[in-house]
């Protein structure tokens, strides 16, 4: 009977995926890899800098840029050329709202109620999750077409130390 008890309290120790992924996240890396085997790119260049954020209250808020971005002309981003704007958007990725977490298939949805790309603003995008090593791994569920090329994203986070 002891040995039965022990494992009901061992489980009821365990954190679920919510309680686990709550916090502060700093990047660690950003790779896309083709499904064909092909060539892993970097799309937010080789030392990418990001953060995601999962509040207790259910919402997330990823940002993440290529460290290299280039200063506008001006101070004004309202007053940026389009070349400047164009960089500004393929150089940075920002996204927030509301998350679900599926503890049975070690899956985080994001549910994006703002988004820098406007096409992705109210899509659910899944990913999954893997803790190894102190890091999270989060992996897009599905492939997508990137760069003409079908690609999952790839992408390491280390908690934030208070």
């Known amino acids: 009977m002891y040995f039965g ?3 009901s309290f061992t489980k ?5 995926l919510f309680e686990k992924l709550t916090g502060t996240w700093t990047l660690v890396d950003l790779i896309e890899v ?15 800098k990001g953060l995601i954020i999962y509040s207790s209250d259910g919402y997330m ?14 101070e004004q981003w309202t ?22 977490t599926d503890d049975e298939k070690q899956m985080v949805s994001h549910t994006l109620y703002v988004s820098l790309f406007p096409n992705w603003t ?4 899944n990913r999954k999750v893997l803790f190894k090593d102190g890091l999270l791994h989060l992996e897009s569920e599905k492939p997508f077409m990137n760069n003409s090329r ?12 208070i």
Do not use: C
């Not at 007053?79 to 679900?100: R, V």
């Open 61 to 74: 808020s990823a940002q993440i840029m290529n460290p290299d971005r280039k200063n506008f002309i001006q």
């Open 12 to 16: 009821v120790m365990e954190k679920t």
């Open 5 to 7: 008890t022990l494992i």
């Open 150 to 161: 079908m690609v999952i994203h790839k992408l390491t986070w280390k908690r934030v130390k």
């Open 122 to 125: 109210g899509q659910t995008q």
């Open 79 to 100: 007053n940026a050329n389009p070349e400047e704007y164009t960089l500004e958007a393929s150089t940075y990725l920002s996204y927030s709202g509301p998350f679900h």
């Open 34 to 48: 083709p499904v064909n085997n092909d060539k892993i790119a970097l799309p937010m260049g080789e030392k990418p």
